[in-house]
């Protein structure tokens, strides 16, 4: 006669399920549970789970994947587990509306350590994971995340828009992400730090090269933003200029752990194997590199590379700014973690160490970029779309204009005409004309060397053309 299941155990692999809005299949959720735990018994409990319409399948056969049943509506469920003053406490975040799921995580990381279960790195909470196939994000909060992050250059060079943005970004991101390590500097300090040069007297010096650190790793995200991708290569540039000064050995800037590391009020041991740190370093961003969603993406660095600890110190910052990667590359809003509260962004990493579960970190996530994408939204209005059609031709009316003043000729449509370049479509070589004409209204010896044109030949030309 088969064991009878427990409650424990039933609930046991709907946490797990949980974990995964988008469903998990059998497999996948075998890796998760104890060693002894076998396929035959895990599927008595998902039919049992199914018969109480506690789960529900997708898809069917070896694909079929398991996901929570939407029976309880969030504010019931909401009520019903902040009952006590402390847990009430605890969802209760300015600004922020924490899912159920995030209150419970919260509700649990918040205990003292002594009544929190010590753990190690969970192998599995990474083998779980499939690119483009498993997502932290739900699709609908991808698409919202989508449609507050569009800006006006996505379909130009990347990182066009950081670069538009990138004097208010430096500030933004650099006093952010350093507040939550603590950092005392003010915005009003950080931007006369970073626009002038001017330190802040009240603050320790360890305070300054912090933001200065954040200054110089967000230039080289933006400046190398074709070149720089989810790789060892840039993750680690990005500790070497996060940690350069800060580190109590210097040859440990820029360079894996070789060393075992402690969490700070936490239960989570890291992994202390030099080899294995560096094998599962360049496994995660290869992951993370395979997957196609930026923000996906973006999640699952600050998911992972936390977790994993690849560095002596600095690794939360190296997360928060390699995040930024997909979206600066994507042409996105940035993620600038302004206004999220220190307190809730540990206790959102905790849930990561202890509990291998990502939901409160995902509450952070989507609050903070809602945030950064309402702090662009004047920006991205006030930035001229581009003129596509001027962008498509810059070669050729560079070229036509060149040739009309290196020949001296005037300026009518006649000589346009002749000097058209072959590469200009039938259809749109009136258009063309008129940008050739508007084009020579407002040039003057200080621009035109944009067409390649040299001020003393503009001035011969201009002089000649009286």
Known sequence: MPKKITQQELDQVCSLIARHPEGVGVDALLTLMSSNTSRRTLQRRLSTLMQDQRIVSIGKGPATRYSLAKTIAPEIATNHLIQSPRAAYLAHIPGITLSVEGIEIRTQVSLPREKRTPVGYNMAFLESYYPNYTFYLPESLRTQLHSMGRSPTQQTQAGTFARDILSRLLIDLSWASSKLEGNTYSWLDTERLIAHGQAADDKDALETQMILNHKAAIEYLVHNSEQVGINPDTVIALHALLADGLMTDPLTVGRLRNCPVGI????????????????????????????????????????????????????????????????????????????????????????????????????????????????????????????????????????????????????????????????????????????????????HAGNAIRFGVRPLVFEGWKGRMG
Do not use: W
């Open 264 to 443: 700070g009020g936490s239960v989570y041991q890291p992994l202390t194997v030099p080899q294995s740190i560096e094998e599962l370093f360049g496994i995660v961003l290869q992951m993370a590199d395979e997957i196609e969603d930026p923000f996906e993406q973006s999640f699952f660095l600050m998911v992972h590379l936390p977790y994993l600890q690849p560095f002596e110190d600095v690794n939360k910052r190296v997360s928060r700014l390699a995040a930024n990667i997909p979206l600066i590359r994507h042409n996105l809003c940035p993620l600038t973690f302004l206004d999220v509260p220190q307190q809730l962004y540990v206790d959102a990493l905790l849930g990561v160490y202890e509990l291998n579960r990502i939901e409160l970190l995902r509450d952070v996530y989507f609050a903070a970029y809602h945030r950064s994408s309402q702090q662009y939204a004047a920006t991205r209005r006030e930035m001229a779309q581009p003129d596509t059609f001027r962008m498509r031709y810059r070669q050729a009316l560079a070229e036509i204009i060149r040739n009309i003043i290196q020949e001296n000729l005037a300026v009518n449509e006649n000589t346009i005409r002749q000097h058209l370049p072959e590469s200009i479509a039938e259809t749109d070589r009136p258009r063309f004309m008129t940008l050739v004409n508007e084009e020579f209204k407002s040039l």
